[in-house]
């Protein structure tokens, strides 16, 4: 069974402080996934990596695939209250029996206070 | 449909009951995903739908749990025997096709088994 560990499970910070999320694992995945869900909603794709190495950047997140694809960080920087939501990574295994479900953290809730 | 849209959005229902939750994926999304939510976890696996069949099961807790996609486009849930144990929110999701991954989520139906 594969699985993914987020860190810090909660984080609580003020409006224009920059913070980082993690997401481990022992398994190696094809690509990983991160999303953003808000109460009452279902989550929303925020980026998608799938080489070792790979940082993407969108507006003030910043991603990054780790080099063996086990391992993840979501960095946001000047946090917004917008920014308030669960993070969730979530990872794609390789080809094979099973190959399209996701396994997903349980997430990093954040709280950005104006 | 712009999205994926579930209903109900929520249900409460007795332990012992059965009870039926629907699915509308994205028009044209050949695969079609079923995850569970519970309190204060990531989004688990249960099936992957991929035309009309089941490409994988593997997810599903137990067979009081079966889910349907007769015709390729809307998917039914079905839980037979609900037991309390069963609360959460169920999230469907689609994707163009099996081998692309990026889902996109609906709302998700909140079922509560009391």
């Known amino acids: 069974t594969q699985l993914l560990e987020q860190s810090p499970q909660f984080l609580s910070i003020q409006e224009g402080e920059n913070l980082t999320v993690y997401c481990n694992s022992s398994?190696?995945?094809?690509?990983l996934q991160w999303y953003r869900q808000e109460p009452g909603e279902g989550p929303v794709l925020l980026v998608t990596?799938?080489?070792?190495?790979e940082v993407k950047k969108l507006k003030r997140l910043t991603f990054q695939f780790g080099d063996a694809r086990k391992d993840s960080s979501l960095h946001i920087t000047a946090a917004q209250p917008g920014d308030t939501g669960l993070y969730l990574c979530?990872?794609?295994?390789?080809?094979?029996?099973?190959?399209?479900?996701?396994?997903f953290g349980k997430g990093t809730k954040l709280s950005v206070i104006p | 449909g712009a999205g994926v849209s579930q209903t109900p959005s929520n249900k409460v229902t007795e332990k012992g009951k059965y009870v039926e939750l629907r699915c509308d994926p994205i028009?044209?999304?050949?695969?079609l995903y079923w995850y569970r939510q519970s309190l204060g976890q990531g989004p688990e696996f249960l099936i992957y739908?991929?035309?009309?069949?089941?490409?994988?099961d593997s997810g599903l807790p137990n067979d009081r749990f079966f889910a349907v996609r007769p015709e390729g486009s809307v998917s039914t849930l079905k839980i037979q025997r609900t037991e309390r144990g069963d609360s959460a929110v169920y999230l469907c999701?689609?994707?163009?096709?099996?081998?692309?991954?990026?889902?996109?989520f609906g709302q998700g139906t909140r079922l509560t088994v009391v």
């Open positions: 999701a689609s994707s163009p096709s099996g081998q692309n991954t990026e889902a996109f």
């Open positions: 739908f991929q035309g009309t069949g089941a490409a994988d």
């Open positions: 028009s044209g999304h050949t695969a």
């Open positions: 979530a990872g794609a295994p390789s080809p094979g029996a099973g190959s399209y479900q996701l396994t």
């Open positions: 398994s190696v995945f094809s690509s």
């Open positions: 990596v799938v080489t070792g190495g």
